[in-house]
Every structure is written in structure tokens, then in C-alpha cells.
């Protein structure tokens, strides 16, 4: 079977050196880029299946790496590793084309499994990040409680759109689209954009 092959960006060396010590016995390791540019250069060379990257490094910002790799049309997967759990940051991150965000201080079995889910199409929130307001959704009841429209509202939101945007997106009015974030956030029992985002992403409700 195909081992996962995996790029590894953070400017602590001995961070870094922990993961690959951590990762190689199940992941091809294909290095580490100690900035944002190394990183932007080694994907577009390597082309990995699955980058962790953390957010706060040197030269370029991971966010800002993690853009230029998507402006370039590539599609390797995106986990960012970091110390900060804070829901506008998750929401940046998914908004700029990562598919993971994973607190530092997760067990060694969470990464590895995070890479996994990430490296088969899906997302991966951890766990560990603060939880939010209102009463956990079961995957049943989310289904039945979002409608196919909502879904498709909660999508484009995810991806930075404004509700004019999205409005004109999906040839709805403004008002309309604006109504359909109101009723899902007062499902999900949140309070602001970067909550309902967060909330969908743990919940499997966007992609």
C-alpha cells in the first residue's frame, strides 16, 4: 500500500524534528521548510499529498503560503499545526484552502489519524479546540435540521463570499441569503460567522 508521502513547514527545529520522529515509521517524509517561501517552493517541486503547516512563521505566514500554493492550482492537502485555538483563525484556514487544523499539544495518534482523514478528502478538526456554545448535533439530527439550501449557503460563507455574493450565486436576494444564516446559526446555537463555520466543519455539515 502507498504510504502517504508528507511535508512538514514550522521554523522550531526541534518541533519539526519531533514530528518526523513521530511520522516516518507510517509516512513517506519528504522534509521540512523552515519559512513560508520554502514551503510555497518545496510543494510546488515535491508536490506532497498532505503539507502540515503552522500559521506563525518566518518570511511568509503560513496563511499567505498556503494561498500562493492554491493560486498555483495545486491541490495537496493542508493541516495547520498550531498553538492557537481560536475560531477566526480556524475560519482563515479554511477559508484559504486547508482541509485540517490541529492544536500542537494533540496526541501523536490524533495527527497521524488527522492525516489520514485529510489525505482521503475529508476534513479534520481537533477535538482539543474550545467547544463552542449550545448542545452538540448528532450527525442524524444535523441532517434533518439543515435543508439542502442552507447547505449551500453555509458553503459559499465558508469560502469568504459576502451575502451579496452569494445572493447573486445562487439567484436569491440578499435578504434572503442573510435569512438563511440567521436560521442556521440559531440552529447551531452560534453567534457569529467564524462560529457557524467552525460548528459546520466539526459537524461534516461543509466540505
Not at 499529498?49 to 500559521?55: A, E, K, P, Q, R
Not at 434533518?144 to 469560502?159: A, K
Not at 469568504?160 to 439567484?171: D, F, R, V, Y
Request: aromatic share 4%.
Amino acid at each position: 500500500m502507498k504510504r502517504i508521502r508528507l511535508l512538514i513547514a514550522d521554523d522550531h527545529v526541534m518541533f519539526a524534528q519531533g514530528l518526523e520522529s513521530l511520522l516516518r515509521d507510517e509516512f513517506e517524509l519528504l522534509g521540512t521548510a523552515g519559512n513560508g517561501e520554502e514551503l510555497v517552493e518545496a510543494t510546488l517541486q515535491m508536490n506532497p499529498d498532505v503539507i502540515l503547516v503552522d500559521i506563525s512563521m518566518p518570511v511568509l505566514n503560513g496563511f499567505d503560503a498556503v494561498r500562493r500554493i492554491r493560486e498555483s492550482g495545486n491541490e495537496t492537502k493542508i493541516i495547520f499545526l498550531t498553538m492557537h485555538d481560536d475560531a477566526t483563525l480556524l475560519s482563515e484556514a479554511f477559508r484559504c484552502g486547508a482541509s485540517g487544523y490541529i492544536l500542537k499539544q494533540a496526541a501523536g495518534e490524533e495527527l497521524a489519524n488527522a492525516i489520514r482523514e485529510v489525505a482521503h478528502g475529508n476534513n479534520y478538526v481537533s477535538p482539543l479546540i474550545t467547544a463552542l456554545p449550545g448542545e452538540p448535533l448528532t450527525a442524524h439530527s444535523q441532517k434533518t435540521t439543515i435543508t439542502p439550501r442552507q447547505r449551500e449557503v453555509l458553503e459559499l460563507i465558508s469560502r469568504g463570499l459576502t451575502m451579496k455574493e452569494i445572493a447573486s450565486q445562487l439567484n436569491i436576494s440578499t435578504r434572503t441569503a442573510e435569512s438563511h444564516k440567521y436560521e442556521m446559526m440559531q440552529t447551531l446555537g452560534v453567534e457569529t460567522t467564524a462560529e457557524l463555520i467552525k460548528y459546520s466543519l466539526r459537524l461534516g455539515l461543509i466540505s
